[in-house]
């Protein structure tokens, strides 16, 4: 089974900055099969990103999916306020079909 | 827009059957070849997805839930439902319905339903 690990779990950044999040997987997986998404406190997950890169409808390009290999990114440039959340991948197609990874928090330093 | 609204008991005892309904709106379920999931997150914790539906009835279920799990579907209301039996306190938790196609991640959500595994 294709296990997803996030780093850091904690990221401590401010407004204007430039964030880079990870997530490993365990072993080589499709990258059309990997997605992130944003959660927001109190709110339902949002799409960011599919496919490893390429954006949702509504979502800035600030917001960019890179992956090499097993290690996929999520760079975030240009920091708003707004931005600030818990960020997960996903990973479709091992078992069971559809896991996440377990999240990296982006706070405000 | 699509909408998902999910609806259902928020407090239920432990060894009963926890029962939840998403009522999709904006869009037929039955268009587009999407699969419909049910995906849960204990307080403080991470997102697990439980199970999934087509509009054919086809489902798919997470091994870890599958023996206490089932989602079915009533095209002609537009809206899916997820049974999940024999309910511990580990069963508290958020649960979103979603929609969602292979490649595409899960791209329009309900805005969540706390439920409560207590006596």
């Known amino acids: 089974d294709i296990v997803l690990t996030q780093s850091p779990g904690t990221l401590s950044l401010s407004p204007g900055e430039t964030a880079t999040l990870s997530c490993r997987a365990s072993q080589s997986l499709n990258s059309a099969y990997l997605a992130w998404y944003q959660q927001r406190p109190g709110q339902a997950p949002r799409l960011l990103l599919y496919s490893a890169s390429i954006r949702a409808p509504g979502i800035p390009d600030r917001f960019r999916g890179s992956y090499s290999g097993t290690d996929f990114t999520l760079t975030i440039s240009r920091l708003e306020p707004e931005d600030f959340a818990v960020f997960y991948c996903q990973h479709y197609g091992g078992s069971p079909l559809y896991s996440f990874g377990p999240g990296t928090t982006l706070e405000i330093k | 827009q699509l909408q998902l609204q999910e609806s259902g008991s928020g407090l239920v005892r432990p060894s009963q059957t926890l029962s939840l309904t998403c009522s999709v709106s904006g869009g037929s379920i039955e268009s587009g070849g999407y699969s419909w999931s049910w995906i849960r997150q204990p307080p403080g914790k991470g997102l697990e997805w439980i199970g999934y539906i087509y509009s054919s009835g086809s489902s798919d279920y997470n091994p870890s839930l599958k023996s206490r799990v089932t989602i079915s579907v009533d095209n002609s209301k537009n809206e899916f439902s997820l049974k999940l039996s024999s309910v511990t306190a580990a069963d508290t938790a958020v649960y979103y319905c979603?929609?969602?196609?292979?490649?595409?991640?899960?791209?329009?959500w309900g805005q969540g339903a706390l439920v409560t595994v207590s006596s």
């Open positions: 979603a929609r969602g196609f292979l490649t595409s991640g899960f791209d329009f």
